[in-house]
């Protein structure tokens, strides 16, 4: 048994690096694929997100407000 598996080691080595390298290959293929937007596209969409997060902010603080107020009068 124990010479079958050094007999198998050197080849299962190398199908190893040889798998390695096949991945490592289709990673850059896949790599060159890819586009980024461009600048306009990247601004606006920042844009959108800070101010969708600050009205998103803005009325849950302004919901925050109204219920610690209703509290505060049922509490009294």
């Not at 896949?30 to 920042?46: F, N, P, Y």
């Given at each position: 048994?124990v010479?079958?598996?050094?007999?198998a080691?050197?080849?299962?080595?190398?199908?190893?690096?040889?798998?390695?390298?096949r991945?490592?290959?289709e990673?850059?293929?896949e790599g060159?694929?890819?586009?980024?937007a461009?600048?306009?596209?990247?601004?606006?969409?920042?844009?959108?997100?800070i101010?969708?997060?600050?009205?998103?902010?803005a009325?849950?603080?302004?919901l925050?407000?109204?219920?610690?107020?209703?509290?505060?009068?049922?509490?009294?």
């Amino acid at each position: 048994m124990v010479e079958l598996l050094k007999k198998a080691s050197p080849q299962s080595a190398s199908n190893i690096i040889n798998r390695g390298l096949r991945f490592l290959k289709e990673v850059k293929i896949e790599g060159q694929k890819i586009t980024w937007a461009g600048r306009k596209q990247v601004l606006m969409s920042s844009l959108m997100v800070i101010f969708l997060s600050i009205f998103i902010g803005a009325y849950l603080g302004l919901l925050d407000i109204i219920y610690n107020f209703i509290i505060s009068l049922l509490v009294k």
